[in-house]
Nanobody, 124 residues
Framework: QVQLVESGGGLVQAGGSLRLSCAAS????????MGWFRQAPGKEREFVAH?????????YYADSVNGRFTISRDNAKNTVYLQMNSLKPEDTAVYYC????????????????WGQGTQVTVSS
């Protein structure tokens, strides 16, 4: 069993930054790729970013966040991060981290364990 706990969300003005963390307990994440997704009110959950399992592993981003967000991981701390810069009101959503099990990195059904989410609100 794996428990994922996100933190770091909050209210920020447009143009500001936040860093989300996803801490895992129960089992190590060091041999799993990880992803971040988000869900805005009334919208479907969408892919944000993905990082492969090795430290410094390859990363993938949604076009909407590419160049502004950075996903990283610290396997020694069993934690994955999402650094979000130049935030926009349209980034407002609940952000979730999840463990990748195979398939398309962009599809939510490629992930098995999910955190409870952390709210990010960007004011204009």
């Amino acid at each position: 069993q794996v428990q994922l706990v996100e933190s770091g969300g909050g209210l920020v003005q447009a143009g500001g930054s936040l860093r989300l963390s996803c801490a895992a307990s129960g089992r190590t994440l060091s041999t799993y790729a990880m992803g971040w997704f988000r869900q805005a009110p009334g919208k479907e959950r969408e892919f944000v970013a993905h990082v492969n399992w090795w430290s410094g592993g390859s990363t993938y981003y949604a076009d909407s966040v590419n160049g502004r967000f950075t996903i990283s991981r610290d396997n020694a701390k069993n934690t994955v991060y999402l650094q979000m810069n130049s935030l926009k009101p349209e980034d407002t959503a609940v952000y979730y981290c999840a463990r990748f099990t195979g398939g398309s990195a962009y599809a939510s059904n490629s992930y098995d364990y999910w955190g409870q989410g952390t709210q990010v609100t960007v004011s204009s």
